[in-house]
C-alpha cells in the first residue's frame, strides 16, 4: 500500500473516537422523501432505481435516442445504538449502471446530458466508509472507501432532503457543478476511492473541511467496481473548503457561501497533450501532439446558494438560487474556467407543495493552450478541431405522483459541443424516472 495511503490509515485510526455523524449524504438523482418518524433508527435500509431517456431529434453530430439507468441499495448503522455508546456510523452502498450515452453516440458534448450514465457501467462498491463524531459534536471524521463529492463542492439541501444540484439531469449541474472530475483526481459519486476528511465546525454558521483521496482512474473502469487493492494509484488527491450556513429557526437551509481548492499529487498530461481526446484515431495531426507531462495539478471553486422568496422548510412553497465558479490549473486542465447557476421553485401548481420547476445553465471554456496548438495545426493544413466554449441550457418539471416516485421531464439546449462550432447545437429531450425504496 503506497505511504499516502497508510498514513490517511493512520490519520483514522488516531481520531477515531467519539464523533457525531455530520458528512453529507450521498448524492441522489432526486432526493428521498424526508421521514415521518422522529427517531432514527439504528439501521436504515434503501435504494432507488433511476431511468433516463433522452434523445436530441436536432443538432449534434447525429440524431438518436439513449437510454440508461442505475439501481442502488444502501444500508446505514448507527453503531452507537447496535455496538456501543461513542462510537459513530457504517455505511455500505451499491450501485449498478447500464445503458448507453446519447453525448457519445449522437452530440459529442463534454457535460453528458444523462447524469446516471458512465463511471464503467458495472456493479460497484460505491461506499463502505465509517463516520465518528469528536471534540463534543464539533468535529467529524469520515474515512474508508469514500468520493469527494460527498464533501467538497457539494449540494445544499432544501426542503426537507432536496439537494439543489440534483434538480437537474445534465452533468453540467447535476452532482457537483465544478469542472475538477474532468481536470483531477476529484471523485464523483458513484465511484469510491480510498480516503477520508476532517471536519470542524466551531460554530452552526461555519465549518472548515479538509480531505486525502486516492487518485486511481482504474477505479472508474468497467469491471474494476469492487476492486480493493490500490494498484493503479497515480497520487493524492488533497481537497479544502471553508463554508457559512444560514439557517432558520428550525435549522432549514437559508443560503450558504463555499469557498475551497485542491492540490493533486499526480503526473498528468499537459493541456496540449490532450488533443487526442478530440481526433479520430487515423488522424495524421496526432504524430504532431506532444505527449507531456506536469506533476502537482490545483484549482479553486467557489459556491453559494440562497433562498429568495417563501420557505425551506419541508413541503412549503420556495424559490432558491445558486451559482458556482471554477479555475482550473492553466497546465493541465481541460476546462481552463468553469461556471454554472439556476433557479428552483419549489411548489407549483395548486396542491403540487412538493412539485419543482428548474431552470439552469452550464458554462465552460476549454483551455487556451489547448486552442493555440489547435490553431497552430490548422495554420499547418491539418484537420483538426477548434475547442472553445461549451454551453448548455436546461428546463425541466418535476413532478412528485407518489412520496416514492418523482417524475421529471425535461428539455436541454447543447450550444457548441465540444466548444466546436462546426457540431450544430443540439436540442435534447429528457425524462428522468426514480423510485425510491
Known amino acids: 500500500m503506497p505511504a499516502r495511503i497508510s498514513a490517511i490509515a493512520m490519520v483514522f485510526l488516531a481520531l477515531c473516537c467519539g464523533m457525531r455523524t455530520n458528512a453529507q449524504e450521498v448524492p441522489q438523482p432526486v ?7 422522529p427517531t432514527p433508527r439504528p439501521v436504515v435500509l434503501g435504494g432507488h432505481y433511476v431511468a433516463e431517456f433522452a434523445g436530441n431529434g436536432s443538432g449534434g453530430f447525429a440524431q438518436g435516442t439513449a437510454y440508461a439507468s442505475e439501481l ?8 452507537a445504538r447496535l455496538a456501543a455508546p461513542g462510537l459513530g456510523t457504517a455505511r455500505i ?7 448507453s450515452s446519447l453525448s457519445a453516440n449522437a452530440i459529442g458534448n463534454i457535460f453528458t446530458v444523462q447524469e446516471i450514465y458512465g463511471d464503467g457501467l458495472t456493479p460497484r462498491i460505491t461506499e463502505l466508509s465509517y463516520d465518528q463524531p469528536f471534540a463534543a459534536g464539533k468535529a467529524d471524521l469520515y474515512a474508508g472507501r469514500i468520493n469527494t463529492e460527498n464533501d467538497f463542492a457539494a449540494s445544499s439541501a432544501y426542503w426537507g432532503g432536496i439537494s439543489l444540484y440534483c434538480s437537474y439531469q445534465n452533468n453540467g449541474i447535476c ?11 476529484y471523485v464523483a459519486y458513484p465511484t469510491s476511492v480510498w480516503g477520508a476528511r476532517i471536519k470542524l465546525e466551531p460554530s452552526p454558521w461555519f465549518y472548515a473541511e479538509a480531505g486525502a483521496y486516492e487518485v486511481n482512474p482504474e477505479l472508474a473502469l468497467r469491471g474494476n467496481g469492487f476492486k480493493l487493492s490500490t494498484t493503479g494509484d497515480t497520487g493524492t488527491f488533497l481537497p479544502l473548503e471553508i463554508g457559512f450556513m444560514q439557517t432558520d429557526a428550525s435549522g432549514n437551509v437559508q443560503g450558504t457561501l463555499k469557498a475551497g481548492g485542491y492540490y493533486d499529487t499526480s503526473l498528468a498530461p499537459t493541456a496540449q497533450s490532450q488533443l487526442t481526446h478530440f481526433l479520430s484515431a487515423g488522424n495524421p495531426a496526432i504524430a504532431f501532439v506532444p505527449d507531456d507531462t506536469y506533476r502537482g495539478r490545483f484549482g479553486f471553486w467557489l459556491l453559494f446558494d440562497k433562498l429568495v422568496a ?3 422548510a419541508p413541503h412549503r412553497r420556495g424559490v432558491a438560487l445558486f451559482g458556482a465558479v471554477e479555475y482550473g490549473d492553466p497546465q493541465t486542465s481541460q476546462l481552463s474556467v468553469f461556471a454554472d447557476g439556476g433557479v428552483i421553485a419549489h411548489g407549483t401548481f395548486a396542491g403540487r407543495d412538493d412539485d419543482t420547476a428548474s431552470f439552469g445553465f452550464a458554462y465552460t471554456n476549454l483551455n487556451p493552450r489547448l486552442r493555440g496548438l489547435e490553431t497552430s495545426l490548422q495554420n499547418s493544413g491539418f484537420s483538426v478541431p477548434l475547442t472553445e466554449q461549451e454551453k448548455m441550457l436546461e428546463l425541466n418539471y418535476g413532478a412528485r405522483l407518489a412520496p416514492w416516485f418523482e417524475l421529471r421531464p425535461g428539455m436541454q439546449y447543447v450550444i457548441n ?3 466546436e462550432k462546426t457540431i450544430p447545437n443540439a436540442l435534447v ?3 428522468q424516472g426514480v423510485a425510491t425504496f
Open 429 to 431: 429531450w429528457a425524462l
Open 175 to 185: 452532482g457537483t457543478p465544478i469542472a475538477a472530475p474532468i481536470d483531477s483526481g
Open 93 to 99: 452502498i451499491l450501485t449498478a449502471r447500464e445503458g
Open 31 to 37: 432526493p428521498p422523501t424526508p421521514s415521518a418518524s
Open 72 to 79: 442502488m441499495a444502501s444500508g446505514k448503522f448507527d453503531l
Open 310 to 312: 417563501g420557505s425551506a
Open 417 to 419: 459541443p465540444s466548444g
